[in-house]
T-cell receptor, first 115, second 117 residues
């Protein structure tokens, strides 16, 4: 079984400042990792994913994340945030084993951009 | 554009009155999922269909049922909604790859927010 921990439930950041949203996971098997964004009253939209290869993954809207196997982390970063980045961000993990592809989500981090 | 559509976006029902939420997809994906998301919480998987094969999560209450009449449509039925069932309900899909493995990437609809009075 896998689990995901997002330690920060809320992160306020000034506009144009950098941001890092933290995600740690636990799993006994190899995993795939995802970040989803949810705008108010909307579904989840995939920001980026790590399946294999380069540990630095670039996604949409200028976001990137780095997979760190030794620290079991997959933190999300953006060098300069905009008002439009205000949303809920969910980290998710899935087993890489065949037949166990379900996503396990973290509890989310609400990112608020301060003008 | 290929997409996942959920109707209605907002649904109000009365305590104990059956309600059905619908999801359709134009992605032609084999797998369809239903999640429940309560306020400020992570989405919680209720069940999923792999083609016509229904897979229920162990802790999903019997009050929640699902139907998938064809590849494109999937319905969530709540037989007797309680106040605790008020939530956002998310539908998602994923495809089966050439290897036979289900892709871990899921595509989500906009959700239906259910209010129970």
């Amino acid at each position: 079984a896998q689990s995901v921990t997002q330690l920060d439930s809320q992160v306020p950041v000034f506009e144009e400042a950098p941001v890092e949203l933290r995600c740690n996971y636990s799993s006994s098997v190899s995993v795939y990792l995802f970040w989803y964004v949810q705008y108010p009253n909307q579904g989840l939209q995939l920001l980026l994913k790590y399946l294999s290869g380069s540990t630095l993954v670039k996604g949409i809207n200028g976001f990137e994340a780095e997979f760190n196997k030794s620290q079991t982390s997959f933190h999300l970063r953006k060098p300069s945030v905009h008002i439009s980045d205000t949303a809920e961000y969910f980290c998710a993990v899935s087993s890489s084993n065949f037949g166990n592809e379900k996503l396990t989500f973290g509890t989310g981090t609400r990112l608020t951009i301060i003008p | 554009d290929a997409m996942v559509i959920q109707n209605p976006r907002y649904q109000v029902t009365q305590f104990g009155k059956p309600v059905t939420l619908s999801c359709s997809q134009t992605l032609n994906h084999n797998v369809m999922y239903w999640y429940q998301q309560k306020s400020s919480q992570a989405p919680k998987l209720l069940f999923h269909y792999y083609d016509k094969d229904f897979n229920n999560e162990a802790d999903t209450p019997d009050n929640f049922q699902s139907r998938r009449p064809n590849t494109s449509f999937c319905f969530l039925d709540i037989r007797s909604p309680g106040l605790g069932d008020a939530a956002m309900y998310l539908c998602a899909t994923s495809r089966v790859m050439a290897s036979g493995r289900v892709s871990n990437e899921q595509f989500f609809g906009p959700g239906t927010r259910l209010t129970v009075l």
